[in-house]
């Protein structure tokens, strides 16, 4: 449960991450237009991430409600208790305004039609090269090495015929999400060691960053791993952590 529990919270804070920083891009887009080099750039990356931000979280928001309801048991399921009409609730987000597969063709349309790659992948850029902190050299690491991959899959589909650009559309919306959204949760957590001398969100980014970016040897069960265990307090109940304490860990583990 500890487990579920930490990564219910990191999956809503790499989420929360990700749609502010699209909310951020179209407070631009709408105060600049088009006409100023930043409101281009704004323009084209929102027309890539407020799709990729409405089919990951929707998708989302059905999977941590329906386990939600088993959290509580025999009691979750119930209509007396709150969690079926999360659920029921929940389970319109992926359908109105667009169902998944309809917002992944719409970030091709965005790549293809509007260039979103070339606001896209320097913002990412941009996020990878301001986390310094050495508590973030090991999940950056793993990020650039998605990051190339990204950039290859884009060069790809621009080549490809529409059909099998189109079967891929979904995976690339995934793909999207998880390398941008890890780059941001790594800046989040710098910009956080330097305005609180706090390395929480640091761990919510190797989390992000070890389910979402690495598959490890036997799927990690072998690894011997405690982190979701010794860590559960500073990522659940948001309690402090000092930078130096993940540097020196990082150490004693090589
Ligand atoms: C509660 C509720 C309120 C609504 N309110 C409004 C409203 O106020 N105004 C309004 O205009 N609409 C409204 N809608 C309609 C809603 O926007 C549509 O239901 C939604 O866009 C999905 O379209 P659809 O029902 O035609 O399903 P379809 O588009 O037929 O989708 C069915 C399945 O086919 C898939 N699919 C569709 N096209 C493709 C494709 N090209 N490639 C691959 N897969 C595809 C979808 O992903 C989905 O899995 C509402 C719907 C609900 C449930």
């Known amino acids: 449960m500890r487990r579920d529990l930490v990564d219910m919270a990191v999956d809503y804070e790499a989420a929360a991450a990700f749609t502010f920083d699209g909310a951020r891009a179209l407070d631009r887009y709408r105060r600049e237009g088009r006409e100023t080099e930043a409101g281009e750039r704004a323009f084209k990356l929102v027309r890539a991430l407020v799709p990729v931000a409405k089919h990951v979280t929707a998708r989302m928001a059905v999977e941590t409600a329906s386990y939600a309801c088993e959290v509580l048991g025999g009691n979750g399921y119930v209509r007396e208790f709150v969690t079926p009409r999360l659920l029921r609730d929940a389970q319109v987000l992926p359908i ?64 490809a015929d529409g059909e099998y650009a189109q079967l891929q559309a979904k995976e690339l919306a995934n793909y999207v999400f998880d390398v941008y959204t890890a780059a941001l949760l790594v800046r989040e957590a710098q910009d956080r060691i330097d ?49 130096t304490t993940l540097v020196e860990s990082a150490s004693a583990d090589d």
């Open 195 to 243: 305005n609180a001398d706090d390395a929480r969100k640091a761990l919510v980014a190797k989390r992000f960053v070890d389910t979402r970016l690495r598959e490890p040897d036997a799927r990690g069960v072998t690894a011997g791993e405690r982190f979701l265990i010794e860590r559960f307090d500073a990522v659940v109940r948001y309690a402090p952590v000092a930078p």
């Open 96 to 159: 109105w305004e667009g169902t998944s597969n309809v917002l992944s063709l719409d970030l091709l349309r965005a790549l293809d039609r509007e260039d979103a790659h070339e606001a896209l992948l320097p913002a990412i850029r941009a996020n990878l090269d301001a986390a310094e902190h050495p508590s973030l050299d090991e999940p950056t690491a793993t990020i650039e090495d998605a990051f190339a991959g990204l950039q290859e899959s884009l060069a790809h589909l621009a080549g």
